[in-house]
């Protein structure tokens, strides 16, 4: 089969399914390209109003989580929350939870303002107008009130029995900065009054996912050039198994001219015995033989004559 492969035409050939395999493989790491390229466009980091993608006591859809967003309105008249046991960098802490009523909505989202470590006061609930920016988190799982009424997690389902109004169905995770001020100071206008120092709770992307289309498109380029190289396999195998054919047929051709050639040998050694008999006596002799023969009488054959009745 090494030979009939490296015969002329199928060595060029094979150099036709080379340049397909490769070009279907650039085709294919272009695909992948554009498969990463969309996923690291994700939609979540464009910061957008919270009301394009979450109404207050409105379901909790994929388009929100994660999502940046901007938020206008007014400090609610309401105590700090606090959610225990987060830890941050290793050490024990809580997230303080503050209520901010949006101003076209009118509706109340829980803004974790930072991360308070353990054994530290509560700073006093800042008031007044205020924007800030963060990312859009689900609500988690009610996990109901610990006997002093404080919260065990930042859940709507929760702080429904807190707070009065409509509650949005996931929370806020204000960016660093986006609060006028995080350390115990006494001023007005957002900004903390005294209590302990908070830290900004750290908020990541999602993980990008590759665009599912373009992946496709890019296993089937290789699957192309993968079929490239098994077609010319199979095209070189069928040419072998051709080439074994012909010379099997070839040996039966002739191998069978020489079986009609000791044929007719034969025919004519026997045409000549014919022709020229070496013992005459022996035909002569089997004649004489069918002579000899005595045929019985046809008469005794016969049946008797039937004796006649005297009358």
């Not at 909790?60 to 830890?87: C, I, N």
């Not at 799982?141 to 065990?152: I, K």
């Amino acid at each position: 089969m090494l030979r009939t492969a490296l015969r002329p035409a199928n060595l060029g050939l094979l150099a036709l399914m080379l340049s397909a395999a490769v070009l279907f493989s650039v085709l294919g790491e272009w695909q992948l390209g554009r498969s990463q390229a969309h996923a690291r466009i994700s939609p979540t980091e464009t910061v957008v109003p919270i009301g394009d993608v979450l109404q207050p006591a409105s379901d909790f859809t994929g388009h929100a989580d994660h999502q940046r967003v901007r938020v206008s309105g007014t400090w609610a008249d309401l105590p700090l929350e606090q959610a225990p046991d987060r830890q941050l960098d290793g050490r024990d802490g809580s997230w303080v939870v503050a209520a901010l009523t949006e101003s076209s909505s009118g509706g109340l989202l829980p803004v974790v303002l930072g991360w308070l470590p353990a054994g530290q006061p509560l700073p006093a609930a800042p008031s007044g107008a205020v924007e800030i920016t963060g990312r859009l988190m689900i609500s988690e799982e009610p996990a109901g009130l610990d006997p002093d009424g404080e919260l065990r997690a930042v859940s709507s389902g929760d702080l429904v029995n807190v707070w009065p109004g409509r509650l949005y169905t996931g929370f806020l995770l204000a960016d660093a900065g986006s609060v006028p001020s995080r350390e115990p100071a006494s001023s007005s206008g957002g900004a903390l009054s005294s209590g302990g120092a908070l830290t900004a709770v750290p908020s990541e992307a999602p993980v990008p996912r590759l665009d599912p289309q373009n992946l496709s498109y890019a296993f089937q380029w290789w699957l192309f050039a993968a079929f490239a190289l098994v077609l010319w396999g199979k095209i070189v195998k069928d040419r072998h198994h051709d080439e074994l054919e012909d010379q099997r047929l070839a040996a039966l051709e002739t191998r069978g001219e020489g079986d009609q050639d000791d044929d007719g040998d034969d025919g004519g050694r026997a045409g000549a015995a014919a022709e020229h008999p070496t013992d005459p006596h022996a035909t002569r002799g089997g004649l004489r033989a069918w002579e000899d023969v005595t045929v019985p009488d046809a008469r005794q054959l016969t049946q008797p004559d039937t004796p006649q009745a005297h009358r």
